[in-house]
């Protein structure tokens, strides 16, 4: 007999569903990866390089999780055309879509060029939102589909050196909010993660550097940096039958970063 605590629990399961999950061959994107394959769904790689999107399929399955290659670029138009046809072809539905690609360019508005504006703009928000065009052409048929994206709590919060980077998330927190209401109504949630500061490779350098990485912690009310692994919950459950009702939010997971003033 199933008690109720297990039965409850089932409204997290992911179990059927497919999943694509954008810049998954490392860091978050991985760990979000491999946290919704652990909670039953197939996940789809992502990653530029295909050598390190193969590596990461490889890792998945030998821990038991049903995982596959989907390697392109997602500011490359064309491939991103391709790829959505190839999951038409090889699993005929998309469940799930999780915007995590994203670049940073630290400059003053001073010291970025135009031509790396555009560059950033088109990586953190254009491809986001032609992703979700596509997710989104499949989800309409399917009458269900959670879009999730990762934006950053730099979003929210801004600091001098880093002019574009934040305009990028805030705009994708538009078209997060945007898409909820336009699809809503189709079955479909939108919802955004805003993550802190997470010891990941993109991080690599501020890690490493003992001064860096004590402020960041010290700024924080938890009085440390996120571990990579600890996304993964919030992820899970805004794809997961238990947020059915959730729409259109931003989820801060940044230890209570976003917070202070």
């Known amino acids: 007999m199933t008690s109720p605590s297990q039965s409850y629990l089932q409204r997290f399961s992911l179990a059927g569903q497919v999943a694509l999950v954008t810049g998954s061959a490392r860091g978050l994107g991985l760990c979000i990866a491999r946290a919704m394959a652990g909670s039953g769904a197939h996940v789809l790689i992502n990653g530029r390089n295909a050598g390190a999107v193969r590596a ?4 998945l399955r030998g821990q038991g999780l049903a995982a596959s290659a989907l390697a392109f670029d997602v500011s490359d138009d064309d491939a991103t055309a391709r790829a959505f046809a190839q999951v038409d072809a090889e699993h005929g ?13 630290r400059k003053t508005l001073q010291a970025i060029s135009a031509a790396e504006i555009r560059a950033l703009i088109e990586t953190d928000l254009v491809a986001g939102m032609l992703l979700a065009k596509q997710a989104a052409e499949r989800m309409v048929r399917q009458r269900a589909g959670r879009l999730i994206a990762i934006t950053s709590v730099a979003g929210e919060l801004a600091r001098a050196g880093d002019a574009v980077y934040p305009a990028a998330k805030q705009g994708l927190t538009g078209m997060v909010r945007a898409l909820a209401a336009e699809l809503g109504p189709l079955g479909i949630t939108s919802n955004a993660i ?3 500061t997470f010891a990941t ?6 890690v490493t550097d003992a001064a860096v990485r004590e402020r960041l912690a010290a700024r ?3 009085g440390r940096w996120g571990d990579p692994e600890e996304i993964a919950g919030a992820a899970v459950f805004l794809a997961s039958p238990a947020a059915s009702y959730i ?4 989820l801060a997971v940044d230890g209570g ?3 202070l003033f």
């Open 56 to 59: 990461a399929v490889e890792q």
């Open 93 to 105: 539905r998309l469940d799930i879509l999780v915007n995590n690609v994203g670049a940073r360019n």
């Open 194 to 196: 805003a993550p802190g």
């Open 201 to 206: 490779e993109t991080n690599a350098e501020m």
């Open 220 to 222: 924080n009310p938890m």
């Open 247 to 250: 729409n259109g939010q931003v």
């Open 257 to 259: 970063l976003s917070i």
